[in-house]
């Protein structure tokens, strides 16, 4: 298609900045304008939250009777006024580190979770990657983002009647998406190319305005493209593994060559997951064409400056490209540069040093991330234990402790997530501009009453009740239009929910280790608490299962066989198609909100965050956020004595976490949502909903995420990349070289130790075959046992031995420990590099 098909309808020119509102995405969580989107076309707006659709879809006529309207003018003027005030006000970046961060960061990831209407996403990777930057936009940090733009995108689900999933692509028309072609200076489409073998892939550019930042988006539905390469971009996630290359490539390679074409030379490069690891090697060898330089130095220079994020809990689920197929597509990418396939296949095989080219026959995209990156983190405290088990491969000789993996929790962005509700519930404790606000915890809601916060869950949960009358209206009432009983078909349309009893919430991706069948464990002990005359139970549930996943199809089936046992009818509903749309009023309705992953398996989980600001309050397993979060006063764990353990070992823990399950429900969250005081209130209700609130909603938001990702990560990074100039990055190129010459030969000569009042002296000598004695670190180390906690305890270096110019003689004091636990180690040592991450030699005394 023509770029002239994009050319934007022609508007009264009294109301021509509907365009700029309409493709600026922050009234996707901004919901000032809604008013103004439902006056144009209601019947659209309500029904798909486009407005972008809304102002294409109105007809001349009423376009020009609006232009006339002052009610509607009035309004209109109100909004533009109100985002031209937005884009030039002061923020928390302009304010505290206007600089910091000089041309800004760069956002690789694979999927964004904007808004329904938008859809790019799967889950809750994407999602939070919408959440980022919204909240970046907020906070005026600069981050432009780097995607793809799906002609299809992730599927849309529906069940049949026998609970069966089943799977639609329906296409999505760009003109009807709230982006617009990325234009040159010459007002034509940005395209860039990405070699392939025997043909260059053709892609266009897009832009998608999300408030203060902006995503690009790649797509190759170019009509020049050969028609299987048009796909390439078709659904998000492909379960073939050439085309899941060929998406990764032109979300890399692409990505960063676009930047470039556009002069955008940003400070930080964050990838989002491994998906995006080859925007770093397109990234250091643009350098390397600037600065006409070698590729190990490019690569050096860059590292402190490029950040990996990864939300992967297990090995396997980290793309892994084979030999031929990436010696296939490298070939023609890399024809011309310094960087050779087998090379590529090395930095995508293991920890390498600057002149290693062995391989293991494949690329993991998670190994590359590592060795182009100078920081890498999980995405919480317990993630980060995980990550370090799952990079073990990675750091040979290595403790798990000893792996530089950080953590920043993830957070949700929290004006996307309240319901308007709560939104004036908030805005009379804390005022109105709160989120923006670079808050440190949630204002106290003193001055709101228990009836108020009572007044406002009770609106919410009687909204959500509507909201699933209709949508199961439509949904199940189609399927179940043959239905033997008018009970049947009352309950196959939601009429027997109950705006007063208490609503359990779960919805995510079905699929095994996030046990959504859990509360089946016992069907029997659960219908009794959905029955209880006094004190029933209702459940929404929604979620999909990944098209290949059959296991996970087969548990989204067995809750509907059980949602239609005649005794429980009515009080389980399952809503099909699941999408930011559905989880937005689930997330606002439900009095709870159940997460019960096999621990530790759930990176985060920031679906339970989602009901905080909200008053909802969170039943879940002690794991990802929740295990930082919990206390006995702001809501339930499964588990909480829970350590990090082993993932192929966690299953173990279903039976007994089930009955846990049941047994926190019956005891404890049933009855204190029943039991009343003399106002008619429910008193410890009220408690834990305060707490929740004033303790974890701004904690577990996006705006303390961000501002910890600028903080404790781009602001030292910024820092160390200015050390790492063209002729420092060649000098430690050169200088690591010569390093790994001599480091074969380094060994222990001689290791003694001397004990007196429970201490104990070692003395060890080291020869260092002619590398300076500054580089190297000797540490003595202990792990955790019954005589201590883990010990690493550093050496001093107290002379050079005489008659030899490597020999050198080091020595500490420890508590005493029996013979054998403690064990020296030799390694790098360099305040420049990031170890052992950007160098992993270590020795340890055999």
Known sequence: MTLAAYTPRSLPESLAGLFSLALDLRWSWHHGSDVLWRALEAETWDSTKNAWLVLNSVSGERMAELAEDPEFLRQYQQQIQAHDEFIHAGTWYSNECSGSLENGIAYFCMEYGLSECLPLYSGGLGVLAGDFLKASSDLGVPVIAVGLLYQQGYFRQALNPDGDQLEFYPYNDPTMLPVSPLRDEDGQWQRVTVPFPGRDIRLRAWKAQVGRCQLLLLDSNDPRNEPGDRGITSELYSGDPEKRLQQEMVLGIGGWRLLRQINIQPTICHLNEGH???????????????????????????????????????????????????????????????????????????????????????????????????????????HQKVTQAIFQPFFPRWPAEDIPAGYVTNGVHTPSWDSPESDAIWTRACGKDRWCKPLLQSCPMTDISDQDLWAMRLAQRSRLIHYLRQRLTSQHCEHDAAANSEKEQTAACGLLLDNETLTLGFARRFTEYKRPDLLLKDEERLVRMLTDRDRPLQIVLAGKAHPHDSRGKQLIKRWKQFS???????????????????????????????????????????????????????????????????????????????????????DKHDEDDARELYGILEQQVIPEFYELDHDGLPKEWMKRMRASMDQLT?????????????????????????????????????????????????????????????????????????????????????????????????????????????????????????????????????????????????????
């Not at 296949?345 to 040093?353: Q, S």
Request: net charge negative.
């Open 564 to 650: 239609r046992r005649p005794e429980v009818q009515g009080k389980i509903v399952f809503v099909e198609d699941y999408d930011l749309g559905v989880a937005s009023q689930l997330v606002q309705g439900v009095d709870v909100w159940l997460n019960c992953p096999r621990h530790p398996w759930e990176a985060c989980g920031t679906s339970g965050m989602k009901v905080l600001v909200n008053g909802g309050l969170n039943l879940s397993q002690y794991d990802g956020w929740w295990a930082e979060a919990w206390t006995d006063e702001v809501g339930w764990a499964i588990r909480p004595e829970a350590s990090f353990e082993e993932l192929e070992n966690s």
């Open 276 to 382: 995006c690891a080859f925007a770093l090697i397109e990234r250091a060898l643009s350098w390397q064409v600037d600065h006409q330089a070698d590729f190990e130095t490019a690569r050096t220079a860059n590292r402190p400056t490029n950040l990996f994020t990864t939300h992967t809990s297990v090995a396997a689920g980290f793309d892994v490209f084979p030999e031929p197929l990436i010696k296939l597509y490298a070939e023609p990418w890399l024809s011309g540069t310094q960087l050779t396939p087998q090379r590529l296949l090395a930095l995508g095989g293991r920890n390498v040093t600057s002149s290693e080219s062995q391989h293991t026959g494949s690329l993991n995209m998670a190994w590359l991330a590592l060795n182009m990156s100078g920081r890498v983190n999980g995405v919480s405290r317990i």
């Open 698 to 846: 701004a904690t577990y938001s996006a705006n303390r995420m961000v501002r910890e990702y600028v903080e404790a990560f781009y602001q030292p990074m910024v820092a160390l990349g200015h050390q790492r100039q063209p002729e420092v990055a060649g000098g430690i190129v050169q200088e690591y070289r010569e390093i790994e010459k001599h480091w074969p030969k380094l060994r222990f000569s001689a290791v003694n130790m001397q004990e007196s009042e429970g201490l104990q002296t070692y003395t060890v000598d080291a020869y260092l075959d002619g590398i300076p004695e500054p580089r190297i670190a000797v540490e003595l180390v202990a792990e955790a046992s019954e005589y201590g906690p883990r010990t690493l305890a550093k050496m001093e270096m107290k002379f050079a031995r005489s008659g030899s110019g490597h020999g050198f003689v080091y020595e500490c004091t420890v508590p005493a420990r029996p013979d054998g636990h403690y064990t020296p180690r030799l390694r790098l040592k360099d305040e420049r590099l990031n170890l052992p991450l950007e160098n992993p030699s270590i020795l340890w005394l055999q």
